[in-house]
């Protein structure tokens, strides 16, 4: 069974008025446990709004969610335990760090949760030294942080909750390229050792076929393609006709067929657009 799926999921923002965008066009996917599942797609293809529903942010204009097989709007009172079990990281989520000291933020969540002193203890510290945040950048205002260690301690929030499915809407935006593969190395290594499931949306695909098992593509509020990173990425000319990025769709394609994957050959077609 998979842990995450959604049946005919659609979505449509200011129904009913002039401004009526249908974002999200019956999606129906099914992510196994322990993917690690990159979700691509041009700007405005529905990523950002595929992904917050399901944590139960975004109620569904029709079509469900189902987490363990759950309907998670089944009852909608019961919204908020899903949040701990699947954990989202807004883009740039550094914007959302309120609390005195970067312990109390990293903390906020697992007291949400109703655990002890202790286990929430336990569960900073070890966010913490996931994302190589020092011990003493604790006691710190999060103001005092630079720039890198912000968006760590943000992302340090979400991992604490310890949820079952991570998901990450492009975590490592605004980063210089060192920032981007610490960020991308420590989600990695989390997602080996706990297992878990994890989500990573990102405008990079390289990024994307570096560290995924399956990649989701998003085109025009519809899912386009849902499949290991060679399925995807060897199917080019079509990608490059969804205005995603030739260059480094054709880079990926040609690494591919370097290591002998069978390829289609319309890929010079994207090359040369
Ligand atoms: P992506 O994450 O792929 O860039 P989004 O999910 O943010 O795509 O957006 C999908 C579509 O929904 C876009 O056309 C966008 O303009 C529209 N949209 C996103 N957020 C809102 C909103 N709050 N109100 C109205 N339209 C929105």
Known sequence: MPILETKELSYVYGQGTPFEKTAVDHV?????????VGVIGHTG????TLVQ???????????TVLVDGRDIWAEPKKIRSVRFEVGLCFQYPEHQ???ETVYKDIAFGPQNMGLNEDEVN??????AQFVSLKPELLEKSPFDLSGGEKRRAAIAGVLAMEPKVLILDEPTAGLDPKGRDVILGQIREY??????TVLLVSHSMEDVARVSSKVLVMNESKCAMYGTVDQVFTRASELAGMGLNIPQVTRI?????????????????????
């Open 28 to 36: 129906s996917i099914a992510i196994d446990e322990g993917e690690f």
């Open 45 to 48: 293809s529905g990523k950002s």
């Open 53 to 63: 529903h399901l944590n139960g942010l975004i109620q569904p204009t029709s079509g």
């Open 97 to 99: 760090l309120f609390a």
């Open 122 to 127: 336990n569960r900073v510290k070890s966010a």
């Open 191 to 196: 997602q080996k050792e706990r297992g878990s």
């Open 253 to 273: 394609f040609l690494g591919l067929k370097a290591r002998g994957y069978d390829v289609n050959t319309c890929v010079y077609t994207a090359r040369q657009g």
